[in-house]
């Protein structure tokens, strides 16, 4: 995007990831969807495949894809929004969040110790807690919203590659502080990686807080319908390049299809109109839900109750987000027929998509979560999970008290 005063993140949303202009004029960029590419001769091929001047653009879509780098460079003109030098910067697609995350660790943490965050998302704490010993790599969990509990691990192991946390946590919505905690990692010579899923870079923009790496399911908001399925990282192109993770996404396969990447790109175009209705139900929902005879407790940073609300209050931008988690009194049983009665409200896993869905972490998604680690990370029977949509607020509030008072 050429222009001659910095865009707003709207406009950059819209706008940010736009390359050259299509051969035939086309507004919406087209789809390449084609798996492989021609050659003008053979000297162009094999100098493609030197990665030398003059050699084609492109060669098979595992490799690089026009409408998945445009996908790419949208994320990371969102991401570096608030950065000096974004020009550093660079955006990597993938085929499902999971890839892009399991990617990511891979690449910049093998042979060496993780200290990840507690409550996460359940197939990345399977990831960390079944498979990555394997690679050669340990992992320590803990609650990271201490930072003292970090620095007591970094200096018990000093092998410490990479602290992973998530910017709001999966499904607690604990807030851990990006800052201190990037300043820590740094003087540990390790790297911090911010899975940003829940909070968006509308609400969030962990580089700039000194993150070093962001991983996004782009399923979720930034895809925004429930209609696909896809993941991304930014990181400085030195760190990609220092870390092989070029080489892992093309030797892992886990690169995004052209179809998910245009389907993103153009869910990221209403991303800032969407977030913003998502908060404003979110708020509404959160503070009746708070008064509510039935709820044990809510869960909401924008909320003064929340225990890390000053903090968000200090690093999240324009609002809260759209997720929330609350306690029922009736535990498992409450939690299972509050699912059972929703009727607007859609009992499905995922988050972000324009409908209200609502789903019981403990029967649920965090089922296959050690039980040991889901005491730890605060994950109760009774939990419940609403990734809030942009009905009609009033309609979504009517579904949750009936369902709850005919529980």
Not at 31 to 39: C, D, H, K, N, P
Not at 310 to 339: D, H, Q
Request: net charge negative; hydrophobic share 40%; glycine share 10%.
């Amino acid at each position: 995007m050429k222009t001659t005063v910095k865009p707003t993140f709207a406009s950059a949303a819209i706008h940010g990831g736009k390359g050259n202009k299509d051969q035939y004029g086309a507004h919406t960029s087209p789809i390449y969807q084609t798996s492989t590419y021609m050659f003008d001769d053979v000297e162009s091929g094999a100098k493609a495949f030197r990665h030398e001047e003059g050699g084609a653009s492109h060669v098979y879509s595992r490799l690089g894809n026009p409408t998945v780098e445009e996908l790419e460079r949208t994320i990371c003109a969102l991401e570096t929004y608030s950065l000096n030098d974004p020009e550093s910067y660079m955006g990597m697609a993938f085929g499902s969040g999971m890839a892009a995350i399991s990617t990511g660790i891979i690449s910049f943490a093998f042979g060496g110790h993780i200290i990840a965050q507690n409550d996460l998302y359940g197939c990345t704490s399977q990831f960390l807690k079944e498979e990555v010993p394997g690679m050669g790599i340990t992992v320590s969990f803990t609650d990271t919203s201490d930072v003292r509990n970090i620095e007591k691990l970094l200096k018990e192991h000093s092998d410490t590659r990479l602290i992973y946390l998530e910017s709001i946590a999966n499904p607690t919505l604990r807030i851990s502080d990006i800052k201190a905690i990037s300043q820590l990692a740094e003087s540990y010579n390790a790297l911090l990686m911010v899975d940003n899923t829940f909070a968006t870079p509308y609400h969030m923009q962990p580089l700039d807080l000194g993150a070093d790496i962001v991983v996004h399911s782009t399923t979720k908001y930034l895809g925004g319908h429930g209609t696909l399925i896809g993941g991304a990282m930014v990181a400085k192109v030195e760190l990609f390049e220092e870390s092989n993770t070029f080489l892992f996404r093309k030797n892992l396969g886990g690169i995004a299809g052209p179809m998910d990447a245009w389907l993103t790109t153009n869910g990221i175009k209403t991303l800032p109109i969407r977030m913003k209705q998502h908060n404003e139900n979110a708020m509404k929902i959160a503070k009746w839900l708070e008064a509510h005879p039935k709820v044990e407790h809510v869960f909401y940073p924008g909320l003064k109750s929340h225990p890390q609300h000053e903090l968000a209050k200090s690093i999240m931008n324009n609002g809260f987000g759209g997720m929330i988690t609350f306690e029922l009194k009736g535990g498992f049983e409450a939690g299972v027929s509050l699912m059972n009665k929703v009727e607007l409200c859609t009992l499905a896993v995922s988050l972000g998509a324009v409908d209200t869905l609502i789903q019981h972490p403990a029967s649920m998604t965090h089922s296959i979560v050690d039980e040991e680690i889901k005491k730890a990370a605060g994950i109760t029977d009774g939990l419940v999970r609403i990734s809030v949509g942009i009905e009609g607020v009033e309609d979504i509030i009517a579904d949750l008290e009936q369902a709850m008072g005919n529980s």
